[in-house]
């Protein structure tokens, strides 16, 4: 018996598959039990282990089905199945359809209401197939035996008398030894033999061993007449006498010198055979084709207690019950004249004289042509199966009292399975119809978590035609990696444990693979006895409210992100115009003082005084770099090839980095040009290659590329800089440093931020980036992560061409360089209106310009200078501050030239232009000049303007504007 059998139950009751299988059970039988109940699920049950390569080890088959009934159940079986045992558990079944179910094949039957005798039944057929299967194979292997022994053709017989005397002599012999038959006979047996190995004493130990072991088989050295000597197998008999003495010798010579590596593969497959059929629980024999056996293993014998000389012809049939000799020997006969297979149920005699009923089956083994060459056979003792029989037929009252009683149960059983089956079929109804109609997505799950049934919502939602695509697959295989293992491990558990979960965020992932954030609500459905039926669950798509909300988030980061750098550019753009006032009077009062101390004899003091003025410069630099980050600083924007820009800057860079950083360079010829100012991109190049470098403290590679590029709406959404879609030059610098960590990014542009050590840097390196390329209305974006380096991507406006004098939208013009003049006209001298609020301001220009030899008159204010204009002052030139308290430095100009068309203007502002003179495009007459400046180029501008003036340079006679229309280039650009 196998350790489980595995059985196939055509039954269309779960409950009596389950009364079988527990009383199997009971009985000690493992079983493995596949229940189907009608005709195609028994047949497909039947193919699929076919395909598989395997089979049941027992069918078992109601009678009654609800298609087809029990014998054409047999037949499928037989058809497809023919080595299945085939076991019919019926509740009705009468005697005439059980032997006839029997005549087609069926092992045994046994009825609903004796299940006490199924355990023997079943253990019975089990074994009785795997016997066949076994006696089977071993008749294979005696049909390869007999071939191969058949194979052996050149041998030689020749038989002995007593004193071991040629007596035969075949033909064999005479073509194997080379004597002929007259020269053979009554010679010594010693003939066969070579001279070393003729010893006397060799034969008659020969033959003394054949009497007494029946057979002897030696391999010796033997020679024919014509001197040849080859190797053979010498087999000895002994032929007896009816009283069982030696009557003669027999002698089978091979020549095997040829075919010894074949005749010891032989002697193995004969002796597995005999081990084969040793070793088989049942009673083999084999017979050569006429049908007389001449072998029988050990078992024979050992159960009819006969002996193995007594065995020969047809004498097994003296061991069969008289009453059962005629049948047995009629179906043997014909079995042998037709080929076919032999099958008899008789009575065998065992050694103590009592007879056993038992399966004598027998199959032919043939060559390749059908030639029959031996046949092989067993005996399975059936006796207590035909006992079984008996005591059935014995016990039919008592089976149809019980019959009767069983059906009265079942007809009880019945009804309430039948009030079950219409509650389930309403609930059924009840839940296709909520499938049906239902807008959310509905699944139910069995206790192993795989899909039972899903709504007509749920296909759509996951994108899928029919249910039988995903019904019966486990829910975690809708679902990505990390969510179903959360599933398996925690939620699933927590469902089973609590019994129901409400919203639960979960992730699904759809037949296109798009994945959707889901709630799922869940409740476990469970049968009057407590039992688990199903979970049922509802999905609520939340991917568009979980979108919405993210980007709500992201739009509420970057306002907020845009509002802080406006304020930090406020209140940096504030500090660095109240500064410059303050460094503008400094380095103003330091000229000066350097102006005066010009004898040897005060050096020291000019030393001091160069250094404060050093110091002041550096200071300047400072808040030019602070007006960057605020977008106030002065542009003077052109089309800068941004190729041609990054070679004429490699060898700098090359020297700035040093030799343990490499620097690569991707420009592409068909890269556009970029509307923004030359100057302060190089600036902004310097910086973030500084940068790069020093987040590679131990070398590394800074790679430089320009490309184009085209920025949607969505791309610039919710970008502080304000950038508008379009055209744009991204410059790009990229490292393989340290990179930086998402929170160090955030605040990578604030204003004096730095991750530098104390005096390495003041952190304003990329703020002064991301003001000019925001003053220039584009935009930086940083790419960066931990470990794994830096890229800072500058994206500039693109300029398509000349055409006409136009700006771009909001870009600011700027002024004519703030050069000194070469030389001043003797005719510069003149009175000059300075309008300043900083006292220590207006106190240094008005110093400076009276050592130049011009008149000053002074006012702190635009109301101030409009009335001592009009109380008849004639000046010939207006110098203003542009932050003026009340009325500002512009409105003051256009006050000033409604009075007097004429007069020029020099606007003084620490700010850009854009931001303090509007559009930048002056009125004629204007310029502008930067603070701070030195008090050399606030005389020389001076100067320059009033001999512009007088030299009649202004048609409108107010001088000096047209220098400044000619400074702004004349592009248009996006």
């Not at 019950?321 to 005699?349: C, I, K, M, N, Q």
Request: charged fraction near 25%; charge should be negative.
């Amino acid at each position: 018996m196998p350790s489980v059998v595995t059985i196939l139950h055509l039954e269309d009751s779960p409950l009596d598959c389950e009364l079988a299988c527990a009383r199997l059970r009971k009985a000690g039988i493992a079983c493995d039990v596949t229940r189907v109940d009608t005709r195609a699920a028994f047949e497909a049950a039947l193919v699929g282990a076919a395909a598989d390569g395997r089979r049941f080890d027992l069918i078992l088959a109601d009678f009654s089905l609800p298609d087809f009934d029990g014998l054409e159940a047999l037949g499928i079986a037989k058809a497809r199945a023919p080595e299945t045992p085939f076991l019919f558990l019926s509740g009705r079944m009468g005697e005439e359809t059980a032997v006839s179910a029997l005549k087609m094949g069926a092992r045994d039957y046994v009825l609903k209401q004796r299940l006490a005798h199924l355990p023997a039944a079943v253990e019975r057929a089990v074994v009785e197939a795997r016997t066949l299967a076994e006696r089977r194979l071993a008749e294979e292997n005696l049909r390869r035996l007999r071939q191969a022994i058949d194979d052996i053709r050149d041998y030689a017989i020749v038989t002995l008398d007593l004193e071991g005397r040629i007596t035969s002599w075949n033909e064999g012999s005479r073509r194997l030894f080379g004597h002929s038959e007259e020269e053979a006979l009554g010679r010594p047996l010693s003939l066969l033999f070579a001279p070393e190995e003729r010893c006397a004493e060799n034969i008659r130990g020969l033959l003394a061993g054949v009497a007494e072991k029946e057979r002897c088989e030696v391999e010796w050295t033997h020679a024919a007449r014509d001197g040849r000597r080859f190797f053979g197998s010498t087999v000895l008999t002994v032929a007896r006498d009816p009283t069982g003495a030696p009557a003669a010798y027999s002698v089978v010579v091979r020549d095997i010198t040829d075919r010894r590596a074949s005749e010891i593969a032989l002697r193995d497959s004969e002796a597995k055979f005999r081990a084969i059929a040793e070793s088989m629980p049942q009673l083999v024999w084999s017979a050569p084709p006429d049908g007389l056996p001449d072998y029988y293993n050990l078992h024979w014998f050992a159960y009819t207690g006969t002996r193995p000389e007594a065995m020969t012809g047809a004498a097994w049939m003296e061991v069969v019950h008289p009453d059962d000799r005629a049948r047995t020997a009629a179906l043997w006969t014909a079995a042998v004249r037709s080929g076919d297979f032999y099958e008899v149920e008789y009575r065998l005699r065992e050694a103590g004289g009592r007879y056993r009923w038992f399966l004598g089956r027998a199959v032919p083994l043939r060559e390749g042509d059908g030639r029959i060459t031996r046949w092989f056979g067993t005996c399975t003792d059936i006796d207590d199966a035909v006992k079984a029989r008996a005591a059935q037929a014995d016990a039919r009252e008592d089976l149809e009292r019980q019959v009767a009683e069983r059906t009265a149960e079942l007809v009880a059983a019945n009804r309430r399975l039948l009030g079950e089956v219409a509650e389930r079929q309403r609930a059924q109804a009840d839940l296709s119809a909520l499938y049906t109609k239902t807008p959310v997505p509905l699944h139910s799950l069995d206790a192993e978590g795989r899909l039972l049934s899903v709504s007509d919502r749920w296909l759509e939602f996951m994108g899928y035609e029919s249910r039988g695509q995903v019904l019966g697959r486990n829910i975690t295989e809708f679902m990505p990696p990390d969510v179903a293992r959360e599933h398996r491990e925690h939620r699933w558990p927590e469902l089973l444990r609590l019994g129901a979960f409400q919203d639960i965020p979960y992730r699904l992932v759809k037949r296109s693979g798009e994945i959707a954030d889901v709630l799922v609500s869940a409740r476990i459905e469970r049968d009057g006895w407590g039992s688990f039926l199903r979970t049922m669950a509802a999905v609520v798509d939340v991917s568009a409210r979980l979108r919405a909300e993210a980007e709500r988030e992201r739009a509420e980061e970057a306002l907020r992100h845009s509002q802080k750098m406006d304020a930090l550019g406020q209140l940096t753009g504030g500090i660095a115009h109240d500064f410059n006032n303050l460094l503008t009077a400094i380095s103003g009062n330091l000229d000066l003082l350097l102006s005066r101390l010009d004898t040897a004899e005060r050096a020291d003091l000019r030393d001091y005084a160069g250094h404060a003025k050093v110091g002041a410069t550096r200071a300047a630099g400072l808040t030019q770099r602070l007006l960057a980050f605020a977008r106030r600083q002065p542009l003077r924007p052109d089309a800068t090839e941004p190729c041609v820009l990054v070679q004429g800057m490699e060898d700098l860079l090359r020297r700035t980095v040093g030799e343990q950083v490499s620097i690569a360079t991707d420009c592409p010829p068909d890269a556009w040009a970029a509307w923004c100012d030359s100057n302060q991109l190089e600036i902004a190049l310097l910086n973030l290659v500084v940068n790069a470098r020093d987040a590679m403290p131990d070398g590394g590679l800074i790679t430089i590329t320009a490309a184009n590029a085209h920025l949607t709406a969505a791309d610039v959404a919710g970008d502080a800089s304000g950038a508008a879609p379009g055209d744009y030059v991204v410059l790009t610098v990229a490292d393989t440093g340290m990179g930086m960590p998402p929170d160090i990014i955030k605040r990578a542009f604030d204003p004096f931020f730095t991750t530098k050590p104390i005096g390495q840097g003041t952190g304003l390196g990329l703020s002064q980036v991301y003001g000019f390329v925001s003053q220039s209305h584009g935009l930086v974006r940083i790419d960066s992560e931990a470990g794994r380096g830096t890229a800072v991507r500058l994206y500039l406006p693109r300029c398509d061409g000349e055409e006409g004098a136009g700006l771009p939208p909001g870009a600011a013009a700027a002024p004519a360089a703030d050069a000194a003049v070469d030389g001043v006209a003797d005719n510069t001298a003149g009175t000059v209106l300075l309008v300043e609020d900083e006292a220590l301001v207006r106190m240094v220009a008005v110093q400076a310009l009276e050592d130049a030899g011009l008149d000053v008159v002074e006012a702190s204010d635009g109301t101030e200078a409009l009335e001592l204009l009009d109380g008849g002052l004639r000046a010939d030139l207006v110098v203003t501050d542009v932050g003026l308290p009340g009325m500002n430095g512009r409105q003051l100009a256009e006050a000033v030239h409604e009075r007097r068309p004429e007069l020029g203007v020099l606007f003084m502002t620490g700010y850009a232009y854009d931001a303090t003179l509007g559009t930048g495009i002056l009125e004629p007459g204007c310029e502008v000049l930067q603070k701070p400046f030195e008090t050399t180029a606030l005389v020389a501008r001076v100067t320059g303007m009033l001999a512009h003036t007088r030299g009649g340079g202004n048609a409108g006679g107010g001088g000096g504007g047209g220098a400044l229309r000619e400074s702004v280039p004349e592009r248009h650009c996006d």
